[in-house]
């Protein structure tokens, strides 16, 4: 029941979502990754001990964003965007086997010319 609900399209964050009404969903370990056009991965893990409760969301949010945190919010440190591109792929993967469990993709064109 776990979705990437949301992208920021400036790279401010990403937002998890758990859409299920009745079961919270340990997300411990769990790997974030995100591929722009032909760049190399950029790579979070979740918290050990991290459960995201029914029916909640979370957001990951920048070093240079941190500041629009709130409640059970997180910040990836090591970034100061999660980036932008014309063709992006954001994958979060289970901490065990490494199964994708949920995918986000966002596709740019660019603006034609006249």
């Known amino acids: 029941p776990i979705t990437i609900d949301e992208c920021s399209p400036d790279g401010r964050f990403i937002q998890l979502a758990n859409t299920s009404n009745d079961k919270n969903v340990d997300l411990?370990?769990?790997?974030?990754?995100?591929?722009?056009?032909?760049?190399?991965?950029?790579?979070?893990?979740?918290?050990?001990?991290?459960?995201?409760?029914?029916?909640?969301?979370?957001r990951i949010f920048t070093r240079s964003s941190q500041n629009e945190r709130t409640g059970n919010g997180l910040v990836n440190l090591e970034i100061d965007s999660w980036g932008v591109g014309l063709y992006i792929i954001t994958r979060l993967l289970s901490d065990i086997d490494g199964e994708e469990r949920a995918t986000h993709i966002q596709s740019t064109a660019y603006p034609s010319s006249r």
Do not use: A, E, H
């Open 28 to 58: 411990s370990n769990w790997i974030l990754m995100r591929k722009i056009d032909n760049r190399d991965n950029i790579v979070y893990q979740l918290p050990s001990d991290f459960t995201l409760y029914r029916g909640q969301t979370v």
